[in-house]
C-alpha cells in the first residue's frame, strides 16, 4: 500500500494493522547516486542562472541508501529522513526489514510560517515586542487560536490580532508541531515478530539532477597531435544536498515513460498585516503573502532553501576509467564527492596528452548549395588504444585552440560530438574554410519513367581547389538516401561508410581537381 502527502493534502488510510511503537533513521549512513544522461543537454543549460523548469525536474537519478534502525516487535512506524527532497515516491524499493513493508508514505508538509501557525493553534507561544522608542523587549505568553488566514492570539485572556499592536512583534516557537517537517521523510508500517537491529537499503528513483559533458583540444605544435582533456558537469537542483557520496554517471540513452515526477510540496503561507477595518468581510478575498523578509521578521523558524538557479561551481581534477553497465557506460568518479543542494561543479573524467589525429576537408554534396562552397574542417581522432583514445565518449562539446603565427592560443571552432564507443571515429567539425573549395556543376540530368518506377539520373562534376601551402586530406560526400540512390560511373573509386558514397582524395598545394560522377536515384 502506497500514499504521499504534500503540503496540507493529506490521504488517510484505514486498512492495515494499528502502528504501536515507531522508530526514526534520521539520516543515512551512506549513500550512491547514479546520474543519467538527458538528451540535448548541454553545459549553458546546467549552470544558467535562469535554467529551464523541464530540465530541472527531468534530471534522472538512482539513490541508494543504506541505513541502520532499530525495529520494535509488533506493528510499528518507521520513518526515513532525510530522504531527496525530489524523492519520486512509486518508485521506493526497500530491503532488509523483516516481514516487509505493509504501508508506506512520503511527507512533506513544509515547515513554512504558515504551516507552523496552522499546526500550533491551542498552543502557547512566546510573543516578544520591541519599542521602537526604548528599544525595550518585552515577552508574552499567548495561545494561538486562529492559523495563517490572519492570525488571532489569547494574552491574558483577551484576543487580539497579530501585529495590530502598533509595535514590531514576533512570535518565538518552543518546538516543532508534530506533523511537520523540515526534510522529507519516507515512513513505512512493518510487523516484525521480533525487535531488531536492521540494516536497511533503501533505492528509489529521483529527478532534478543531470549532468553534462565537455572535451577541451589543443593542437600541439606541427598540426598532427592534441593534448584533450574532458570534464563533466554535475547538476543538482533538489533541495536536498548529498555529502562526500560515491558519484556514477551513465553514458547512453536511458529508456524511460516520462512519468516519473516527485511530489511538489508548497508551502501554507500567512497573512500576517494587521486586518482592515473598513472592508467587507464577507466578500474580501484576503492575499497569501510570499516568503520573504518580512516573515523573518515576524516568525522565528528554521530557514528554507529557496530553490531555483545553482549557485556555484566547483572545480576538481581527476581521471574516471569508464565500465560497461548493460548496454550503457558507467563512469565512476575515482573519490567520493559532495552535491550541495541548488549547486552545480565540474569534475575532470579525461586528461590525455599527445592524440593523433588526422585533419580532414569535407565536402557533402548539397550542404554548400546547388553552386557548391568551402569545404569543412574536421579533425579526426580514432578511438582506439593505438589511436591514443581507446574510451567511450559521452556525447557533449568540443573547444579547439592552436597556436597562432606568435605562439599565442588561438580559439579554432566548437563542436558536438554523439556518445561514441571505443572503435569509432571521434570527429569534431570546427566549420569551413575558403582555403580548400567546390565548384558544383550539373551537366546532365534526365528523369525515366513515371509514378513509382521514375528515375532521375545525373551528372555532376566537382571542381576542387586547394590553395593551402600543404597537401591535404579531402572527402567527398554522397548521400546514398538509405539506398535510393546508386553511383553508375565515376572518375575516381568510392567507397561506402556510414550511409554515403565516399570518394577520398589528396590535393597536393595548389592543386585542382575535377571528379565526375553520374548517379540515378528514385524520385
Known sequence: MLRWRAGLAVLLLSSGPAVGESSVSPAPESTTVTIYHI?????????????????????????????EVDIPAGPAEIRFRGVASTMVPQTADIE????????RNFDYDLLSPGSLLAKSIGETVHLVRTDAKTGKRTETPAIIRTGADGTMLEIDGKLEALRCSGLPEKLVFEKTPDGLTDTPTLSVRTNAPVAGHYKIKLSYIATGLSWSADYVAHVLPGGHALDLSGWLTLANFGSTGFGRIPVYTVAGRLNATGGDTPVHPWATHADLGCWPTDIDWATHNRLWMRLNGRFSETIQSVPLAAPGATETIVV??????????????????????????????????????????????????GEGGADGGPARTVLRLHNTA??????????????????????????????????????????????????????????????TGKGESARTRRTVAFDISNTRVETVAFELWEGLENGQLKVLSESAPHTEERGAAIWHLSLKPGEKMLVRISTESAD
Do not use: C, W
Open 96 to 103: 532488509g526489514l523483516p516481514n516487509g513493508v505493509l504501508e
Open 386 to 447: 593505438e589511436g591514443g583514445l581507446g574510451k567511450p565518449m559521452p556525447a557533449g562539446n568540443f573547444s579547439v585552440s592552436e597556436n597562432g603565427p606568435d605562439g599565442m592560443p588561438i580559439f579554432v571552432g566548437q563542436a558536438g560530438v554523439s556518445d561514441t564507443p571505443v572503435g569509432l571515429p571521434v570527429e569534431i567539425a570546427l566549420g569551413t574554410t575558403v582555403s580548400v573549395l567546390v565548384r558544383r556543376t550539373v551537366v546532365d540530368e534526365a528523369t
Open 316 to 365: 576538481t581534477g581527476s581521471r574516471i576509467d569508464p565500465r560497461q553497465l548493460g548496454d550503457y557506460k558507467l563512469y565512476a568518479l575515482p573519490e567520493p564527492t559532495d552535491m550541495p543542494a541548488h549547486e552545480t561543479k565540474q569534475v575532470q573524467f579525461m586528461d590525455l596528452h599527445h592524440v593523433p589525429f588526422d585533419r580532414v576537408y569535407t565536402y557533402m554534396d
Open 39 to 67: 538528451d540535448g543537454v548541454s553545459t549553458a543549460d546546467l549552470v544558467h542562472p535562469d535554467n529551464p523548469s523541464s530540465i530541472q525536474d527531468e534530471g534522472l537519478a538512482f539513490v541508494t541508501e543504506t541505513r
